[in-house]
């Protein structure tokens, strides 16, 4: 079983049909991107699975449950975590404050347990520390734990929004162009960054990115779409020599 399948999804904005009869899965711990010219539909893809929207035809499952029952306020508890294409993190809070936030998917105390901060309380708490820290260490953000994030380089910030999707423990982590707005350097520490989720934390990785050298360094397959559809699915070599991507990308450039 996939950890996330898509089965003939269609999502119609009035006339326009910005995802087209879409089917693709993907499989458990590996890094699959979805690549295309802009207005491809990638960003509804997520929002999909987000369930920002709810699709005009088709299936969505994730883990064996059907996506399209769940609320999206429901989704994280499932296991999916996101980032975004314009950061969106606490400005005036810690990066410690942010990375906490995220673990809110794993509260299990009352609230009136949390006013009287009670013993099971306390371990909770204890628990989220600990996880934060470790993700702080991982992702090498240590010299910005107690910093503002409003005071953080671009870069940094971008790092930051990984983190705090990853505080919620997912199985699945979306990441949003991870690669736009940073520098080369940065670039290739994304890369790394990706690349040890997955095989250190055994974490799935799906990503819409427009950078192919990003992409073919770190994807083990890509999912290549055009006009809502699909155009092309498989390796980034694959992908990147098939015929009708070419035309895709030369027809938009031309
Ligand atoms: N909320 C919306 N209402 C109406 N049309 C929308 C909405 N969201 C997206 N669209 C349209 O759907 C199509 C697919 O958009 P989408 O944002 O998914 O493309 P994309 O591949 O992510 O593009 P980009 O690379 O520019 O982010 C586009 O034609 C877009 O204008």
Redesign the pocket.
Known sequence: MSLLEFENVTLK??G?T?VNDLSFEVEEGEVFAIV?P????????FNLISRFYDPYAGRIRFDGHDLLQVKPSGVAAYGVARTF?NIELFDHATVLDNLLVGRHRHRRTSLLSELFFTPSVKKQELQNRHVVEEIIDFLDLQPYRDKMIAGLPYGVRKVVEVARALATEPKLLLLDEPASGLSVEETTDMRWWIDDIRRQMGITVLM?E?DMGLVSGVSDRVLA?AD?AKLALGTPAEVQSDPAVIEAYLGRAA
């Open positions: 904005f009035g326009l910005a295309g802009n207005g491809a539909g990638k960003s509804t893809v294409q819409v427009h779409m809502g």
